[in-house]
DNA sequence: GTAAATTTAAACACTTTCCCTTAACCCCCC
DNA sequence: GGGGGGTTAAGGGAAAGTGTTTAAATTTAC
């Protein structure tokens, strides 16, 4: 039934936005306040991320279960964990340990307090080596 | 702040899905009715074909404008208006009567009724031909 | 430095989604 | 007919999302 993701509001403000206007114009164009731009627009761009993340996902179905970074764990000890667990199924992680460590922050920033780990992280593997966290 | 569009039983539901489980089993395992597995197994599949359009969108913000087929208009006149708007922006349809014709049915399919359009079909098209329904 | 543009926060009404139950219905196959 | 797998409809309670306003804070541009 619905759509995408997007309410109409929303893509109305993108279009606008696209085209070069301002916030405060483009409230004007619709009539309500640039505050209320600004938060239409930046949920827009969260639904758009929402979007990307929910397609993401449908790789770890291809991905298999590797092990679980607990809350509470030094955020450098997962490579380790995590090359060791990859090694006893017999495959290779895609990724250094630089790129794996920057790989995990960046796909739940919320999830880590400097180099702690805040909450329990699973981490999925597929043939290629490529790794998810869910 | 939100993650994917999939919550946390979603994502249960799909991954035993995959692993060939039946509603049933499920059903079992999670501790529920495999009505309710159903239930939840189809959410998922809209809230990935949401995403999905989430994405399309994007594209018609490279798109330009063409034109309005206006509700109450033969399907089959669709694509000469089409044509021709096109031609004036000297720009090519990607797409012959047929396969547009089709594009247009599969993306709305709710929007039409037999041959006639019933709602308001705005038309977008960007630099190399490809069309977009909005 | 100041004005414009953008972002954030809090609160509110309103709508929608989510998960669940119960009960029924469809299709296929033995 | 009965069983197994899947789907649908109706309804309810909890949770989340949307658009809005107002007010303050921050960034960017001249």
Redesign the interface.
């Known amino acids: 039934m ?5 309410t109409d509001r929303q ?1 109305e403000v ?2 606008y936005r ?1 085209k070069g206007l301002t916030q405060q114009q483009i409230a004007e164009i619709i009539h309500t306040s640039k505050a209320n731009v600004c938060t239409i627009e930046k949920a827009a761009v969260e ?2 991320s ?9 790789y770890t ?2 991905a298999v279960h590797l092990c679980t970074l607990q809350s509470g764990l030094d955020l450098l000890k997962a490579p380790e964990i995590i090359y060791a667990e990859a090694e006893k199924k017999g495959l290779k992680v895609k990724y250094d340990t630089i790129s794996l460590i920057n790989r995990l922050r960046d796909a ?1 920033p ?1 999830r880590f307090r400097g180099r702690q780990i805040r909450e329990d992280v699973e981490i999925y593997i597929n043939k290629d080596g490529d790794l998810y966290f ?1």
Chains 1, 2 share one sequence.
């Open positions: 619905k759509q995408g993701l997007l893509k993108l279009r696209k639904n758009i929402r979007a990307r993340e929910t397609l993401e996902f449908l179905l291809d739940n919320e869910g």
